[in-house]
């Protein structure tokens, strides 16, 4: 310990934990990590947009590689950033420069904006090359500011609702897109915390039967320079830099602290109500981009220790993301901002779950993707961390990276195998029958040998990229020339079907069997082993007009529609119905994957696979490329985890993805007659009242019936 930081008034050495900056009553403990750093300044302001610090406060103190300094007198509210000292040398992978302010690491509230000038970069900008050069020019500026928070908060006793995963449905939203436009709501909340936590939004979740929310990145993110320079913004927020700051850009209530409460009541009050709240989070890059990027954060205070880099010229960066850099979880102080950040969320802010953004990147060590990484190991070890749920996206663009089906029991992962089979079944492709039986039933070909659960697989049609649900429908082209790269991004996965028209149209048939198609995909979705995800606005036919990338449209393109026609309402009330008839009925939430025999103390298979005779599907039957009906015979006995027995009604599912009605024979080996409950080829969708129907039964083209035989 060096003793000059006594000299210095009203500075104290401080201890080298917690990282951040927290306020103890009578002064603020900072402390930072760099493991190749010379020295480091706190630097304190008093409003975002000066460019000058009002205090420096260097500190001297070292621990394990922390520096950590307690400056007495600094409460909440107080801005500030650091410098940090050391090598410039980017050819040996440090690219120190104490003239730009960075973010700290550990920020819990973050104001302001990053200025896209020229002073925001390590280098002069220019020639390639001269990212070997320093540049000397203040970034202070430019640069948001980090705030010191009061955590205080009365959480009135709150608890996690903990809704079992096979019970759960999630709604995938955007924090700001799901009521910028909601005008019940006040206009001074509209795209906030508040309004997610509003009385209102939550009577419109309960309504639509959803039990977690989703939120795309809500920790602190900044707008690309790409992006603003075309006047753009990064509308999703897949650009985080701040793990443990709840964005400013949507707080209702002022960005020096207050979006942390805000955050905190929109929690409590969804947590009121029985809904859980799941983040999506961004920890395997930064808004940092490659060796030509700015230095904002984690670059200058140590590119060394929290980067991957290539190892035969650390100048450049290793790149899994698509974004320029990889974060380098696998090292001991990333992986601890990493699980800090976890357990701060969980902790502090009481959220219930966590969607990872291209997971396989988080777990690889050196380079490929590792099962027994000290990502999964820490993961599963801790006592927090491992009680909430936890989700996978289980693919990134580095070697062998799709990992689907592959990670570790505690987690769910989102299923694109799942999307991609429902999306060619109704599509009409050919050969994907026994696919699409597989996606019903829990993908036990994907998860059931690694000894998980249907609700390992998180089924969904849509999602946040991509087409909506309406879209696909509607348009086989993308329409993205908003986007101002001359349409060639988004994905050409050529599973879309505009029914015969491109676009909006005002042929009463096509417009038909849009609808019918919508209703299609949300009834498979609903009625599908594993866990459903509805991605906001399709349960009331949002349309982004064909953008099917629409990460830089924050605006009506991407803003959900609250005035919605007969229609669109019509389509809602569908979804809230099939939400309560999964909640209602065991059988389609199953704790243990179909086994194909019959249950203990039963004659009947727990599931069977019948054509349209009513006979089990053969294997010639299930192989054959022009087999585009069957039905899925679902035993209402039903085991629990304990392998105990207990009763649902008996169901059929019949889906014709065929351009013919078809005549389905009905079992008869069931007591009390087959009763009609969905017909997706009607616009109603859920028979008011249940009709006894007689085999053999007409499914209509490209539609599915469900029908039921009471328990017992």
Known sequence: MDNRSMIQTGVLPGAPYPLGATWMENGVQFALFSSNATRVDICLFDRVEDAQESRTIPIFNRTNQIWHAFVE?????????????????????????????????????????VTWGEEVFPYPLGNPEED???DDRNSAGFMPKCVVIDPSFDWEGDTLPRTPMNETIIYEMHTRGFSKLWTALPEGIRGTYAAVGSPQAIEYFRKLGVTAVELLP?????????????????????????????DSRFSSAGWHGEQVREFKEMVRNLHQAGIEVILDVVYQHTPEGNHLGPSLCFKGIDNSSYYRLTDDN????????????????????????VMDSLRYWITDMHVDGFRFDLAPALARELKEVEKLSSFFDVIHQDPVISQVKLIAEPWDLGPSGDQVGKF?????????????????????????????????????????????????????????????LNDLVSYQETHN?????????????NLSW??????????????????????????????????????????????????????????EISWQRWDLNPEEESLFRLVAELAAFRKAHPVFRRLRFFSGRPLRGTNLKDVRWLNTSGADMTDEEWSGDFIKCFGAFFNGHVMDQHGDLYSDDFFLLCLNASHLPLDFTLPADVHGGWHQLLDTYEEDGFAREPAQVQSPITVRERSLILLCTPRG
Not at 324 to 337: D, E, H, K, M, S
Not at 414 to 419: A, I
């Open 132 to 134: 070997l050069v320093c």
């Open 408 to 468: 570790p029991v505690l987690w769910s992962e989102w299923n694109d195998r799942y999307r991609d089979t429902v999306r060619r079944f109704w599509k009409g492709d050919e050969g994907c029958t026994s696919h699409m039986a597989s996606r019903l039933s829990g993908s036990a070909d994907l998860y059931e040998t690694t000894g998980k659960t249907p609700s390992a697989s998180i089924n969904f049609v849509t999602a946040h990229d991509g087409f909506t």
């Open 73 to 113: 007198g600094v409460k909440p509210g107080q801005l500030y950033g650091y410098r940090v000292h050391g090598p410039f040398a980017p050819l040996e992978g440090h690219r120190f420069n104490p003239a730009k302010l960075l973010l700290d690491p550990y920020a819990k509230a973050v104001a302001g904006k």
């Open 218 to 246: 809500v920790q602190h993110h900044l707008d690309s320079k790409h992006l603003y320079d075309r006047g753009l913004a990064d509308y999703w927020g897949y650009n985080t830099i701040a793990f443990l700051s709840p």
């Open 314 to 337: 650390p100048r450049y960066y290793m790149d899994y993301t698509g974004t320029g850099n990889t974060l380098a979880v696998y090292r001991p102080n990333v992986l601890q901002l």
């Open 498 to 555: 505009n029914c015969g028209c491109e676009g909006p149209t005002d042929d009463p048939e096509i417009n038909k069997l849009r609808r019918r198609q919508r209703r299609n995909f949300l009834a498979t979705l609903f009625l599908s082993q594993g866990v459903p995800m509805l991605c906001a606005g399709d349960e009331c036919g949002r349309t982004r007009n064909g953008n099917n990338n629409a990460y830089c449209q924050d605006n």
């Open 481 to 493: 020339e908003a986007n101002g790269e001359e349409n060639r991004d988004g994905h050409k996965n």
